[in-house]
């Protein structure tokens, strides 16, 4: 199980800002974001745009294989805009 953490746009479209969820152990960016997704489909609309930090580590959604710990945090990071 991994906490994960929501932040501005993927907060407001998961409807919550942290959950704990159970993943698999060896996953890719790509697939833990599928898992995600499958729990609240409306991330979808920014797929293209965002970012995951595993253990406060920017990772981009592909093919980079993740080895999860129990209790690992994985935020959530769509852009941000501002000036």
Not at 33 to 44: C, D, G, N, Q, Y
């Amino acid at each position: 199980q991994v906490s994960v953490l929501y932040f501005a746009r993927s907060a407001e479209l998961a409807g919550l800002r942290c959950e704990t969820l159970s993943v698999p152990r060896q996953v890719t960016a790509l697939q833990l974001w599928e898992e995600i997704v499958k729990v609240h489909p409306r991330l979808a609309v920014i797929r293209d745009q965002v970012v995951f930090a595993v253990r406060q580590e920017y990772v981009l959604l592909g093919d980079q294989l993740l080895v999860l710990q129990p209790g690992d945090e994985v935020a959530i990071i769509p852009p941000i805009s501002g000036g």
